[in-house]
């Protein structure tokens, strides 16, 4: 490649790529894709579009931003990167939100790295993987220093009274701790023996890589969780809402949690009727909240169990009903499962991991659609959450 030279110098200045020696980035540089983008083009819409990679500014600079609802010409700026930032789906670790759009600001060039080039880069030489998944490591927890204020603030929005406030804060930051940690020791345990032993076969080695891109997720998750609640107690949330096909929403997220299921070899069944009307929302949102609620259920349903997802077409509403025959809420603890950050189970030898904010941003989510989440439960027989979205936003018949 005639502008390999320049590539590599890029990558060199990059957040991701800068540990990497020059043998190494000569070695990667023709992964990328050079893609030039005119003053003023967008790249990618906001929240439209995953564009299954990432892209590395290689001339020009790039605006993120966010659409602001019925105002197509206006956008609110998330940031200006300049060269050698990196953005786009898989960068879960930048600044920007994942839900943001990008634009040239000037006439520009960007490298492009798909995500099946950056996972066979990181798959075929076991020093180049560690440097890059150690950078990784590095960014994270820079992002979780900084997001460490907002997680006081989080906390803070919670105050009611002074004993309240006391077991908040208790709950949360052994969650937390809890919760980062895990998967933190997981990513440095594994890259420190990709390390240090000298000879890893293939499939080993893959083990390990996959190990750290799961546990990377989980814990790229959790912060955007946490984001997305502190964005809502903000009131800096704003529903994208468009025409969308309700029955193509329920369906992606059942099918996203089959493995999990199937694991636990649960029975696990949908139910939607063919004629659904789409619903004028959010759908990226309402992913999100039907997410945590049949994650919910696949959680505290112990193996062989049941869990089903049934959609109603009411006269005057869209229901959602997430059933399973797991381990039940007692009766004093129903009013409380919405509350942020709180469990059931508070104790630290639990044996089912989470944060305690899944349930909360669901409720969060359905609130903003104007629709109602309740739950029915019998300790030891199992749990029935139901969604239901008002008519309203009936669209048309799909």
């Given at each position: 490649?005639?502008?390999?030279?320049?590539?590599?110098?890029?990558?060199?200045?990059?957040?991701?790529?800068k540990?990497?020696?020059?043998?190494?980035?000569?070695?990667?540089?023709?992964?990328?894709?050079?893609q030039?983008?005119?003053?003023?083009?967008?790249?990618?819409?906001?929240?439209?579009a995953?564009?299954?990679?990432?892209y590395?500014?290689?001339?020009?600079?790039?605006?993120?931003?966010?659409?602001?609802?019925?105002?197509s010409?206006?956008?609110q700026?998330?940031?200006?990167?300049?060269?050698?930032?990196?953005?786009?789906?898989?960068?879960?670790?930048?600044?920007?939100?994942?839900?943001?759009?990008a634009?040239?600001?000037?006439?520009?060039?960007?490298?492009?790295?798909?995500?099946?080039?950056?996972n066979?880069?990181?798959?075929?030489?076991?020093e180049?993987?560690?440097r890059?998944?150690?950078?990784?490591?590095?960014?994270?927890?820079?992002?979780?220093r900084?997001?460490?204020?907002?997680?006081?603030?989080?906390v803070?929005?919670?105050?009611?009274?002074?004993r309240?406030?006391?077991?908040?804060?208790?709950?949360?930051?052994?969650?937390?701790?809890?919760e980062l940690?895990?998967?933190?020791?997981?990513?440095?345990?594994?890259?420190?023996?990709?390390?240090?032993?000298?000879?890893?076969?293939?499939?080993?080695?893959?083990?390990?890589i996959?190990v750290?891109?799961?546990?990377?997720?989980?814990?790229?998750?959790?912060?955007?969780?946490l984001?997305?609640?502190?964005?809502?107690?903000?009131?800096?949330?704003?529903?994208?809402?468009?025409?969308t096909?309700?029955?193509?929403?329920?369906?992606?997220?059942f099918?996203?949690?089959?493995?999990e299921?199937?694991?636990?070899?649960l029975?696990?069944?949908l139910?939607v009727?063919?004629?659904?009307?789409?619903?004028?929302?959010?759908?990226?949102?309402?992913?999100?909240?039907?997410?945590?609620?049949?994650?919910?259920?696949?959680?505290?349903?112990?193996?062989?169990g049941?869990?089903?997802?049934?959609?109603?077409?009411?006269?005057?509403?869209?229901?959602?009903i997430?059933?399973?025959?797991?381990?039940?809420i007692?009766?004093?603890?129903i009013?409380?499962?919405?509350?942020?950050?709180?469990?059931?189970?508070?104790?630290?030898?639990?044996?089912?991991?989470?944060?305690?904010?899944?349930?909360?941003?669901?409720?969060?989510?359905?609130?903003?659609?104007g629709?109602?989440?309740?739950?029915?439960?019998?300790?030891?027989?199992?749990?029935?959450?139901?969604?239901?979205?008002?008519?309203?936003?009936?669209?048309?018949?799909?």
């Open positions: 490649m005639a502008a390999s030279n320049d590539i590599v110098e890029v990558l060199r200045n990059s957040t991701l790529f540990s990497l020696s020059k043998e190494e980035l000569v070695a990667i540089a023709s992964r990328f894709d050079v030039t983008f005119a003053s003023g083009q967008v790249i990618f819409d906001d929240g439209s995953d564009t299954n990679g990432m590395v500014i290689r001339k020009g600079s790039i605006k993120i931003f966010k659409s602001v609802v019925d105002d010409s206006r956008q700026a998330v940031a200006v990167l300049k060269e050698g930032n990196f953005f786009g789906e898989m960068a879960l670790l930048d600044e920007e939100v994942r839900s943001a759009g634009a040239a600001l000037d006439d520009c060039e960007l490298l492009f790295l798909s995500r099946a080039s950056f066979e880069i990181i798959g075929q030489n076991l180049t993987a560690h890059i998944l150690t950078q990784i490591a590095k960014v994270m927890s820079r992002r979780l900084d997001t460490n204020n907002l997680f006081r603030e989080v803070s929005w919670g105050y009611r009274a002074r309240e406030v006391r077991d908040l804060k208790s709950n949360f930051l052994s969650t937390i701790s809890h940690r895990t998967p933190i020791h997981s990513i440095q345990g594994f890259t420190s023996l990709m390390k240090d032993t000298e000879e890893i076969d293939r499939e080993t080695q893959k083990k390990f996959e750290i891109l799961e546990e990377s997720k989980r814990l790229a998750g959790l912060i955007n969780d984001i997305s609640l502190a964005e809502i107690e903000y009131g800096a949330i704003i529903l994208e809402r468009q025409s096909k309700f029955k193509d929403v329920i369906e992606k997220v099918e996203s949690y089959r493995s299921a199937e694991e636990k070899k029975q696990y069944e139910f009727p063919k004629d659904l009307p789409a619903l004028n929302v959010d759908a990226n949102r309402l992913e999100q909240a039907i997410e945590h609620i049949i994650e919910n259920a696949i959680k505290f349903t112990d193996f062989n049941r869990v089903s997802t049934r959609v109603e077409d009411r006269k005057n509403a869209i229901e959602i997430v059933s399973d025959n797991g381990r039940g007692p009766a004093k603890y009013d409380r499962i919405f509350g942020k950050f709180y469990q059931v189970d508070q104790s630290t030898t639990r044996s089912v991991d989470g944060a305690g904010i899944g349930l909360t941003l669901a409720k969060h989510i359905i609130d903003l659609h629709g109602q989440i309740t739950v029915t439960s019998k300790e030891g027989d199992g749990s029935t959450f139901k969604i239901t979205l008002p008519k309203e936003h009936v669209i048309k018949k799909s």
